[in-house]
């Protein structure tokens, strides 16, 4: 059921025309050097140019509106207008956005917008749109997710006991206890100074967020495990979109789609450089055998199988 009642309260800030209410707020999570941030700003002008400066973007970074879920439900409820973040991250509201969060789901970039912007992702972003009222414009591909650590990793059999910070997750948290480690969850802006202390030895993420986050001071080891991949979206509350209007919607989906290709040319070109910065910086870079980790994403998969199908059928985009 759409959640038609936080319209009223979001058309206050948000507007059906935005005569009234011209500055949209845009929470994310990650560090001003990082570059979602840089995109955010491409996409805050992009939206200036194309509505003639009728709609302002102003952009909170590094959680200072709160960790994802806050801002999350802050979209909601008319608090913020759009958040970035993955996909996945919606699961809380609606199962179907944790197959994003499944290992070894996309195979590359290509493959990763083959998905999105295909029948099979077009009919998911849907359906969440339609059931639990988040719409998804955008998509930011990240890389692949590369695990870091204090200690040294090898082999599958090496995670045994490592205790690893994971995003507040379902499916996050079962893919790690399923290759063996103890994971916990954690909001992103803990993470370091909980590297720092020891409270955890170890995190996951892709190679931006691991420089951009300065995670070499904290962490010895970058084991190429490629677990996982997922992207930013730009998210809003999908009752107070579609009441703007249609020049207006326009201008959002063009700047959204605009700073996404930005942010994805951009890992593309930057993430050799980075591996080598970061290894320039002192982390040992660790190769490993994928093989044992693709072959327990099917146990993964197994622990959810409302998503089976939808993985199957994303696996098989083309």
């Not at 290509?110 to 999105?116: C, K, L, R, T």
């Not at 414009?137 to 599958?156: D, F, P, V, W």
Request: negative net charge; glycine residues 6%.
């Amino acid at each position: 059921m759409r959640l038609t009642t936080l319209c009223a309260v979001g058309l206050v800030a948000f507007g059906t025309s935005l005569a009234h209410a011209e500055t949209l707020r845009l929470g994310h999570g990650q560090d001003p050097s990082d570059p979602v941030h840089t995109a955010s700003k491409k996409f805050a002008e992009a939206v200036s140019e194309k509505t003639g400066g009728a709609v302002d973007v102003r952009i909170f970074p590094s959680s200072s509106l709160g960790d994802y879920q806050q801002m999350q439900e802050a979209l909601q409820q008319g608090g913020i207008d759009i958040v970035i973040e993955s996909i996945g991250t919606l699961s809380r509201y609606h199962p179907l956005a944790g197959v994003e969060s499944m290992p070894y789901l996309f195979d590359d970039a290509a493959h990763y917008a083959a998905v999105w912007n295909g029948p099979v992702g077009e009919e998911l972003k849907a359906t969440i749109a339609d059931e639990a009222n988040f719409l998804v414009l955008g998509h930011m591909y990240r890389g692949a997710r590369q695990l870091t650590s204090s200690r040294k990793i090898e082999t599958m059999d090496d995670l045994a006991g490592l205790k690893m910070r994971v995003s507040p997750m379902k499916e996050r948290l079962v893919t790690w206890r399923t290759f063996g480690a103890s994971p916990t969850p954690m909001s992103w802006s803990e993470v370091f100074t909980a590297l720092q202390q020891g409270v955890i030895e170890a995190q996951e993420n892709p190679l931006a967020t691991i420089q951009s986050a300065s995670l070499d001071e904290v962490q010895d080891y970058l084991i190429l495990t490629s677990h996982m991949a997922n992207g930013f979206t730009f998210q809003f509350n999908a009752d107070r979109f579609e009441a703007l209007d249609a020049e207006t919607q326009t201008a959002l989906r063009e700047a959204a789609d605009e700073a996404s290709a930005w942010y994805n040319d951009y890992i593309t070109e930057e993430e050799a450089a980075i591996l080598a910065d970061l290894e320039s910086k002192g982390m040992t870079v660790i190769e490993i055998d994928r093989a044992p980790f693709r072959e327990k994403a099917d146990d993964v998969v197994a622990e959810f199988p409302d998503l089976a199908d939808w993985y199957r059928r994303m696996v098989a985009a083309d």
